[in-house]
């Protein structure tokens, strides 16, 4: 089955230290990687995709995330956190069941930074 | 751009009545996306559209559930008769033809007592 796991539900980090959320996907076929964050009472925001090419992407606010194909990982990093970046996350993948493509979320991970 | 606008923004009922939600996509997109949250079961695509048409329903929960979108600039998904358990955050989403990546709206939460 193709899937997305935020292995996850919450990881706390202190304010300016790094951190990474951890995404794993199963999915055949060659991945497309979203990661979305979703601030309280607000909808998704995109934040950065993988679709091909250098394993490193870099997105919005100061976020990376590595593409890892050998451990089917997309962890989303940061090097420095800020006490603005607690929010929910989600990571996507976009699979193709039953002949049309559709994206796959996460269950979330909580960021929580702390100053 | 306004980005993907939602209403209402929140909406409390009772149980057994008529709800009606309301999205309109960004301009320009061509997919359109209706999603449910709750901390239950997380994020749920219900259905979704390509050019007004609804490719792919499947994930409709039951038949008291509908969606139409009868053009580019709108789109309504409907519950009757409304249910305790449809309680939940419901989100729209557009993306442009040939991106990767959603706009979503701000959701409306719906509160069914």
């Known amino acids: 089955a193709q899937s997305v796991a935020q292995p996850e539900d919450q990881v706390n980090v202190a304010e300016g230290n790094p951190l990474t959320v951890k995404c794993t996907y199963s999915?055949?076929?060659?991945?497309?990687l979203f990661w979305y964050v979703q601030y309280p009472n607000r909808g998704l925001q995109f934040l950065l995709k993988?679709?091909?090419?250098?394993?490193l992407v870099k997105g919005s606010y100061g976020f990376e995330a590595e593409f890892n194909k050998s451990q089917t990982s997309f962890h989303l990093k940061k090097p420095s956190a800020l006490v603005s970046d607690s929010a929910l996350y989600f990571c996507?993948?976009?699979?193709?069941?039953?002949?049309?493509?559709?994206?796959?979320f996460g269950t979330g991970t909580r960021l929580k930074v702390l100053a | 751009d306004a980005g993907v606008i939602q209403s209402p923004r929140h909406e409390v009922t009772e149980m057994g009545q008529e709800v009606t939600l309301r999205c309109k996509p960004i301009?320009?997109?061509?997919?359109l996306f209706w999603y449910r949250q709750t901390m239950m079961r997380g994020l749920e695509l219900l259905i979704y559209?390509?050019?007004?048409?609804?490719?792919?329903d499947s994930g409709m929960p039951e038949d008291r559930f509908s969606a139409k979108m009868p053009n580019a600039s709108f789109s309504t998904l409907k519950i009757q008769p409304s249910e305790p358990r449809d309680s939940a955050v419901y989100f729209c989403?557009?993306?442009?033809?040939?991106?990767?990546?959603?706009?979503f709206g701000s959701g409306t939460r719906l509160t069914v007592v």
């Open positions: 996507a993948v976009r699979a193709l069941t039953s002949g049309t493509y559709k994206y796959i």
């Open positions: 999915v055949s076929g060659n991945p497309y």
């Open positions: 301009s320009g997109h061509d997919y």
């Open positions: 993988y679709i091909t090419g250098d394993n």
């Open positions: 559209f390509n050019n007004n048409v609804p490719i792919d």
């Open positions: 989403a557009s993306s442009q033809p040939g991106r990767h990546g959603y706009t």
